[in-house]
C-alpha cells in the first residue's frame, strides 16, 4: 500500500462544504481511500470530516483570540511602563503629589496635613520654598503648631498682648514673603504706637472658612491664650463652606490629643476603612500621577464637558455676582458659625473682631488679573456691583453682637484700586494687604478692643 499527503480537501458534507486534512492511500490495484485527519485521530469520510472541520475552525478562532489578548497584554504592560515613568517624573518635577483640600492652589497642597478634627491645617516644622507664580518663589516656614513663622512661641504673661489673625489664604499670604503678610504688616503698624509687648499671630489656612477656623480654634488654637481673635471672611468661604458642611459629624472619643471634640470636620482619608481597601487608597492618595490628574481635573473639567460654572455643584464667588442665585441658605450656612467663634473666644476672655475685603472682580475688571478670572470661572460684566455679602456680613455680626469692620468702601475709593490686587493671583498685592493692614490697625488704635 502506499500513501501520500493529500493537501486540503473540500467536502460537501450534510449540504456544507468543509475544507479538511487529507491523507491519500494508494493499493496495488491503483484503489485506495481518504483518510480525514482530526485532532484526536483520523476517520474515514462522512460525518468524521465534518466534525474536524468544526474543529478546526475552532482551533483557528482560539488561536485569533489568543493572539488577541496578547496583544491587549502588551497594550496594558506598555501603558503601565508609562504610568510608573510619569510617576516619577511627576515626582521629579516637586508636583504636589496629594490633594489635602480641593479649595486650596495646587502650589500648597504639598504644605497640607488632614485633620481628624478641622479637615486641614498647615503641616508643622516645614521650612521650605513655594512658588504659586513662575518666577516669583517664597519662602514658607511654619512653627511646631502649624502656624506660620520661625519662631517658637513664648510663654504668654499677663503684660503681653497677643492677636490671632485666622483666615484663608489671604491672611497666610504664600505669595510674598512673611514681613510682607496681612499679620506681621498690622503688627509693624499697631508696634508704632504702643509700648507693650505685642505680636500677631498667623492663623492663615489655604482653603479655611469661618467654620474651620472656628473648630481649629476650639480645639488646637485656643490654648494660645489670644487677646484678640480677628478673623477675615473671604469672598470664597460660601464657596468653601459648601465642600466642607457634608463632611460635619460628632465627634467621638479621642481625637488629637482631645475628648469628646463634639462637632468636627473629619478629612475623608482618616476615615476607617478594611487595611486592605486602606491600603489600596493611601497609594492612590500618594500618588503624583493620580494627584496631577485630579488637579486638571478640576481646573478644567467643567471647560472640557462643556458645562456652565452655574451649573456645577459649587460656585466659590458665586454670592459676589449681580445677578446670583438664591445663596440664602447657604450663606447663612457659612456666617453662622461666627456667633459660635465669638462664643469661644468670649470664654476664654478674648475678644472678636471680623474683618473683610473686596476681591478684584467686585472693584476692578476682571481683565486685570485675566487668568484668575478663567480659573475662578468668573461670568458676567465686572466689577461687580452687589452689596449683598457686605450687607450679610453686617447682618449676622450685628445680631451676633460681634464688631466688624468692612473695609469695601476704602478700596473702591483708592486712587489705584489695580494696584492693590495681583495680577496672576485671585488675592491681594504687597500693595493691598499693607492697605488692608493699616484699616485694620486704623480701626483698632481709634476704638481700642479695652473700650469694647
Known amino acids: 500500500m502506499k500513501f501520500r499527503l493529500g493537501g486540503r480537501g473540500t467536502r460537501r458534507v450534510a449540504g456544507c462544504w468543509v475544507s479538511v486534512p487529507e491523507l491519500v492511500l494508494g493499493g496495488p490495484g491503483g484503489g485506495g481511500g481518504v483518510v480525514c485527519l482530526g485532532l484526536g485521530g483520523y476517520s474515514f469520510g462522512g460525518c468524521g470530516c465534518f466534525l474536524s472541520g468544526m474543529l478546526a475552525g475552532i482551533v483557528g478562532m482560539l488561536g485569533r483570540v489568543g493572539r488577541m ?3 491587549v497584554a502588551v497594550a496594558v504592560l506598555l501603558l503601565c511602563l508609562l504610568a510608573v515613568a510619569a510617576e516619577f517624573w511627576l515626582r521629579g518635577q516637586g508636583l504636589p503629589i496629594r490633594t489635602v483640600s480641593s479649595q486650596a492652589c495646587d502650589g500648597l497642597q504639598g504644605f497640607l496635613i488632614p485633620s481628624e478634627l478641622f479637615h486641614h491645617g498647615l503641616r508643622p516644622g516645614i521650612r521650605s520654598s513655594v512658588q504659586l507664580v513662575p518666577g516669583r518663589a517664597t519662602e514658607l516656614v511654619t512653627g511646631t503648631g502649624g502656624l506660620r513663622g520661625a519662631q517658637a512661641l513664648p510663654e504668654k504673661s499677663d503684660n503681653d498682648y497677643r492677636v490671632l489673625m485666622l483666615g484663608d489664604d489671604l491672611v497666610l499670604g504664600a505669595a510674598v514673603a512673611e514681613p510682607s503678610t496681612l499679620p506681621q504688616r498690622l503688627q509693624q503698624f499697631l508696634l508704632r504706637v504702643t509700648d507693650m509687648r505685642l505680636e500677631v499671630l498667623n492663623g492663615g489656612v489655604p482653603g479655611d472658612c469661618p467654620q474651620l477656623a472656628l473648630l481649629r480654634y476650639r480645639h488646637q488654637l485656643r490654648e494660645l491664650r489670644p487677646d484678640l481673635v480677628i478673623l477675615h471672611v473671604d469672598m470664597s468661604d460660601v464657596g468653601d463652606d459648601g465642600v466642607y458642611r457634608s463632611l460635619l459629624a460628632q465627634g467621638e472619643g479621642e481625637g488629637e490629643g482631645h475628648v469628646g471634640a463634639g462637632v468636627v470636620c473629619r478629612h475623608p482619608s482618616l476615615r476607617g476603612s478594611s487595611p486592605a481597601t486602606a491600603q489600596s487608597l493611601q497609594w492612590l492618595r500618594d500618588s503624583a500621577l493620580v494627584g496631577w490628574l ?4 478640576r481646573q478644567d473639567g467643567a471647560e472640557f464637558l462643556a458645562i456652565r460654572a452655574e451649573s456645577c455643584g459649587q460656585q466659590d464667588y458665586g454670592w459676589i455676582m449681580d445677578h446670583s442665585e438664591n445663596l440664602e441658605l447657604q450663606i447663612r450656612h457659612a456666617l453662622a458659625p461666627i456667633a459660635e467663634l465669638r462664643a469661644c473666644v468670649e470664654s476664654d476672655g478674648g475678644q472678636l473682631l471680623v474683618t473683610t475685603c473686596p476681591v478684584v472682580w467686585q472693584v476692578v475688571d476682571g481683565n486685570h488679573c485675566a487668568q484668575a478670572t478663567r480659573h475662578c470661572r468668573i461670568r458676567g460684566g465686572t466689577p461687580f456691583r452687589s452689596r449683598l455679602p457686605f450687607q450679610s456680613l453686617a447682618s449676622v455680626c450685628t445680631a451676633a453682637g ?20 495681583d495680577t496672576e493671583l485671585p488675592g491681594l498685592s504687597e500693595r ?3 492697605f488692608y493692614a493699616r484699616l485694620i490697625a486704623d480701626y483698632l488704635i481709634a476704638d481700642p478692643p479695652a473700650t469694647w
Open 69 to 71: 489578548l496578547r496583544t
Open 294 to 297: 485630579l488637579s486638571r481635573l
Open 402 to 421: 460681634v464688631r466688624f469692620l468692612d473695609t469695601s468702601s476704602r478700596f473702591q475709593k483708592d486712587a489705584e484700586p489695580g494696584r492693590l490686587f
Open 432 to 434: 493691598g494687604l499693607a
